[in-house]
């Protein structure tokens, strides 16, 4: 799955606003804090996770971060070939910023 299938899956949740993907990329390889790139973008939450090959199994993990507060709202972790575990989140009841 490329980053721009995972963008679209992602802004189909209801309730989130999703960056583009050239804004996001921007940032990508920065060591800036979840906070700052939360500011940066205008958004609540921020996305990350890995992509990793282990023999024929291919593991996918990410992580729901709440960019106001820098902590963990939820982790899903998927192997390729099982059912993935479906991730509990529910968005915040506060504005977006704009």
């Known amino acids: 799955m490329?980053?721009?299938?995972i963008i679209a899956?992602?802004?189909?949740?209801?309730g989130l606003r999703v960056a583009a993907r050239t804004s996001s990329f921007a940032l990508r390889d920065r060591e800036?804090?979840?906070?700052?790139i939360g500011d940066t973008l205008g958004v609540s939450a921020v996305l990350e996770g890995?992509?990793?090959k282990d023999g024929n199994l291919l593991r996918v993990t990410a992580?729901?971060?709440d960019?106001?507060?820098?902590y963990?709202?939820?982790g899903c972790r998927a192997e390729a070939?099982?059912?993935?575990?479906?991730?509990?989140?529910?968005?915040?009841?506060?504005?977006?910023?704009?």
């Open 2 to 5: 490329s980053e721009f299938q």
């Open 9 to 14: 899956s992602v802004s189909r949740i209801d």
């Open 32 to 36: 800036l804090d979840v906070r700052a």
């Open 50 to 52: 890995t992509v990793r």
């Open 63 to 65: 992580q729901l971060i």
């Open 67 to 70: 960019a106001g507060s820098g």
């Open 72 to 74: 963990h709202t939820c």
């Open 81 to 98: 070939g099982r059912t993935p575990r479906p991730c509990p989140y529910t968005p915040p009841r506060r504005s977006y910023r704009k």
